[in-house]
């Protein structure tokens, strides 16, 4: 899930640059019931996500045309887990998955008489991350996906803002999973913010994320029933911002888990506009 919060969209064209530091921290696992599995242990992970993005100083069907890279480092930690004859334990680092991708910005647009901005992209994740078959747990996902996703701002005057961004990713098989071949389902998830300014340089307010699972996973091309994820979050974040910088710091805690860690995530969000 992308790890986007307050004030998602309306920047102006140029090159940017983001740094995400995420912890997330899976204290139990939650079956398809949502109730908690014994002896699954528990999964941390530290992700630095540096994103690449480009937006051009000319229309295209009235928007500005956008190209989005982003290059992950993660390194996760499970310890205390097994899985029938299998140990979930593992400690790995490395390199993610790259994940490309064009968009299009419109901004000077309104809705309900509010200023808006919109975005829509199409991602494409290549497997290019660190990968070991032995592993449950690994910086790379060994599948390609297509994810696409529309984003909305809306400026709630005097002081407020909104942000919203909705995705569907269809997912690749992985012929080389630990336990077979494996192809998850697609998904739908979005991430939500509600923030209002306090002085010149800061917004506070609340961020979170949602998935849900669509369909059943596969795995040596049977479905596994009650193998949906779902998870819900919300939490409190900050943004501070000057000309060129911004930082943004949110912490949200996820509820209604399924088929998942559940846990938190933190994230230190860093932008900068060359």
Same mark, same amino acid.
């Given at each position: &899930?992308?790890?986007? *919060?307050?004030?998602?969209?309306?920047?102006?064209?140029?090159?940017?640059?983001?740094?995400?530091?995420?912890?997330? $921290?899976?204290?139990?696992?939650?079956?398809?019931?949502?109730?908690?599995?014994?002896? &699954?242990?528990?999964?941390?992970?530290?992700?630095?996500?540096?994103?690449?993005?480009?937006?051009?100083?000319?229309?295209?069907?009235?928007? !500005?045309?956008?190209?989005?890279?982003?290059?992950?480092?993660?390194?996760?930690?499970?310890?205390?887990?097994?899985?029938?004859?299998?140990?979930?334990?593992?400690?790995?680092?490395?390199?993610?998955?790259?994940?490309?991708?064009?968009?299009? %910005?419109?901004?000077?647009?309104?809705?309900?008489?509010?200023?808006?901005? %919109?975005?829509? /992209? @199409?991602?494409?994740? @290549?497997?290019?991350?660190?990968?070991?078959?032995?592993?449950?747990?690994?910086?790379?996902?060994?599948? !390609? *996906? @297509?994810?696409?996703? #529309?984003?909305?701002? &809306? @400026?709630?005057?005097?002081?407020?803002? +909104?942000?919203?961004?909705?995705?569907?990713? %269809?997912?690749?098989?992985?012929?080389? !999973?630990?336990?077979?071949?494996?192809?998850?389902?697609?998904?739908?998830?979005?991430? #939500?913010?509600?923030?209002?300014?306090?002085? /010149?340089?800061?917004?506070?307010?609340?961020?979170? #994320?949602?998935?849900?699972?669509?369909? $059943?996973?596969?795995?040596?091309?049977?479905?596994?029933?009650?193998?949906?994820?779902?998870?819900?979050?919300?939490?409190?974040?900050? %943004?501070?911002?000057?000309?060129?910088?911004?930082?943004?710091?949110? !912490?949200?805690? /996820?509820?209604?888990?399924?088929?998942?860690?559940?846990?938190?995530? +933190? *994230?230190?969000?860093?932008?900068?506009?060359?």
């Amino acid at each position: &899930m992308c790890a986007t *919060t307050l004030l998602d969209g309306g920047p102006p064209p140029g090159f940017y640059y983001l740094n995400y530091a995420i912890f997330t $921290e899976g204290k139990k696992f939650r079956d398809g019931d949502g109730n908690e599995v014994a002896n &699954m242990g528990k999964l941390n992970t530290f992700s630095q996500l540096h994103q690449f993005y480009y937006i051009a100083d000319f229309n295209v069907l009235g928007a !500005h045309p956008a190209l989005d890279v982003l290059v992950p480092v993660a390194a996760l930690t499970a310890r205390g887990g097994t899985a029938g004859p299998f140990s979930l334990n593992s400690n790995t680092a490395g390199l993610g998955d790259l994940v490309v991708g064009p968009a299009l %910005h419109w901004d000077g647009r309104t809705l309900f008489g509010k200023p808006v901005f %919109h975005r829509v /992209e @199409i991602d494409l994740t @290549i497997p290019t991350g660190k990968y070991s078959k032995d592993q449950l747990f690994n910086p790379g996902s060994n599948l !390609h *996906t @297509i994810e696409a996703y #529309y984003s909305l701002v &809306m @400026i709630l005057p005097p002081k407020w803002e +909104t942000s919203w961004r909705f995705f569907y990713a %269809h997912h690749s098989e992985n012929k080389d !999973h630990l336990f077979g071949r494996l192809k998850p389902g697609a998904v739908v998830h979005a991430n #939500y913010a509600l923030s209002r300014q306090v002085g /010149e340089k800061w917004r506070v307010g609340a961020a979170g #994320y949602y998935l849900q699972q669509l369909r $059943e996973d596969e795995l040596n091309g049977a479905k596994q029933v009650k193998s949906k994820e779902r998870v819900v979050s919300i939490g409190p974040a900050v %943004h501070y911002g000057v000309p060129g910088w911004s930082l943004v710091v949110s !912490h949200p805690v /996820e509820f209604a888990v399924r088929n998942r860690f559940q846990g938190s995530r +933190t *994230t230190l969000q860093l932008i900068h506009r060359f």
